[in-house]
Structure formats: structure tokens, C-alpha cells
């Protein structure tokens, strides 16, 4: 039976106390209300793992003090992750949107936490704002679109530290793009509210038929990456996969 893992999810209580089966997931937090609840359903399941932050689209919601508050339960639940966190030049106000996502880019940084990335149409800002912050240990770029001249500028700017995690290869750009993407560096994710395995399972029989490789085997290698981001890039990588 395939390890199955999310590697980028959002909170419903109702669909996961729900959930029966075996996968396990990373819930991301979207704005401050979720992330008690979030860290309480990780309390309650081991197959939840948590991240707290607050993401593009809803940092007008947050309350004054959210950055002094967030801070405060990151060092004190040392394995917590900082996400979703990100830019988004879809949408307004990019400049404070980048002050928000620095300030949370920072915490990652200085506590030594994997942090979650969403970035629409803003990967040179992004780059700008990384380049002035010593590197968080794992960096997850989630639903991961962006064009092959970036994937080579984010592989020489973060290296070994950035993971790329895809919901969907449903066109030959989203397929060469995932090939170029080493084995090692891959992730699969459903974006969704509640427990979505067959997403999962879809995902990882698309990429080994691309690849050339059992599902057994790019179902290892994923979630073997996908323990590293978990565990804060503790785990040492294994160098024998599939390129």
C-alpha cells in the first residue's frame, strides 16, 4: 500500500473527523482563526500536521499584535510550520502584502521552520525579499505554476531548501515542468477544505507514468520529501531516487 501525503490542505473540522483512512496531511492556516484549531486537530491526529500563519489574500482580517502572537506559539510549539504565507500580484495592495509575508519569511527563518509559499505573478519580488533573509530550512512553493526560467532561478537561489508542490499536470507545460523538477525535490497536494486521497493518488500515477516509474516508487520518494519539510528539514535527504 502507497505512503499517501498532502502536502498542502486546509482545515474543515467536520470532513476530517470524518476522515477514516490512512493519508496524512498538512493543513495551512489562512488567517489567525484557524490557527488554534488547526494545532488542536494535529493534537488530537497524528496524520494532521500543522502550519500557522497568515496568507495574501486575508491580511487585512488580522488584528493588531498577530505578528507578536504567532511568534509567541511558534516558539513555543517548536514543530509548527509557518504557512500559507505568500504574495499575490492578482490581487491589491502587493506592498503590504510583501511587508506581511516578510515579517512571517523572517520568523521561518530565525526559528528554523519550514515555510509555506503561495506566489502568483510576483516571483521577482519574491526573490527580492528572500535574497535579504538567511534561508528557512525547507521552503514549500505550493501549487507550483511558474515557468521553467524561474524553477532554474529558484533551484541556484535556494538550492536544496525549496520543494516544489503540484495540484494539478493537466497540460504538457504542467507535465515538462514537473519533469524538470528533481525526483527529490516533489511534492502533491489537493489545495482543498477536506481529506481528497484519490487526488493524491491521481497525482502520483501521473507523475510515475511521466517519469517512467512505479507508483510504489514515486509514492516513496514523495513521502519521504515530504517528512523532511514536516520535520523542519531535519531528516537527511536520501540521495538514491529517481531524477
Known amino acids: 500500500m502507497e505512503h499517501l501525503i498532502d502536502a498542502h490542505c486546509h482545515y474543515n473540522r467536520d470532513a476530517f473527523s470524518a476522515y477514516t ?3 496524512e496531511f498538512i493543513c495551512n492556516a ?3 482563526d484557524d490557527w488554534r484549531p488547526i494545532m488542536s486537530a494535529a493534537a488530537m491526529d497524528s496524520r494532521i500536521h500543522p502550519a500557522i500563519g497568515l496568507h495574501p489574500w486575508y491580511w487585512e ?4 499584535g498577530w505578528a507578536d502572537r504567532m511568534r509567541q506559539i511558534l516558539v513555543e510549539n517548536p514543530h509548527l510550520m509557518v504557512g500559507e504565507i505568500g504574495l499575490d500580484n492578482a490581487r491589491l495592495d502587493i506592498r503590504v502584502q510583501a511587508k506581511v509575508f516578510r515579517a512571517q519569511y523572517m520568523m521561518a527563518s530565525e526559528l528554523g521552520r519550514t ?3 503561495h506566489c502568483v505573478h510576483a516571483w521577482n519580488l519574491l526573490q527580492k525579499i528572500c535574497s ?3 534561508l528557512p530550512p525547507a521552503i514549500v512553493v505550493h501549487r507550483f505554476t511558474a515557468s521553467q526560467e524561474f524553477l532554474v532561478a529558484l533551484r541556484k537561489r535556494f538550492d536544496n531548501r525549496i520543494y516544489y508542490s503540484f495540484r494539478d499536470i493537466n497540460n504538457e507545460r504542467m507535465n515538462k515542468l514537473m519533469q524538470a523538477v528533481p525526483a527529490s525535490r516533489l511534492l502533491v497536494e489537493s489545495d482543498d477544505f477536506a ?4 487526488k493524491i493518488m491521481a497525482l502520483l500515477s501521473q507523475i510515475a507514468y511521466a517519469r517512467g ?3 510504489s516508487q514515486i509514492s516513496e520518494i514523495i513521502y519521504n520529501n515530504t517528512l523532511r519539510v514536516i520535520s523542519n528539514g531535519q531528516i537527511k535527504e536520501n540521495q538514491d531516487v529517481i531524477g
Do not use: K, Y
Open 21 to 23: 483512512g490512512n493519508c
Open 30 to 32: 489562512t488567517t489567525e
Open 61 to 64: 482580517h488580522a488584528m493588531a
Open 115 to 117: 515555510v509555506h509559499v
Open 132 to 134: 535579504t533573509i538567511p
Open 195 to 198: 481529506p481528497r486521497p484519490d
Open 213 to 215: 516509474c512505479s507508483i
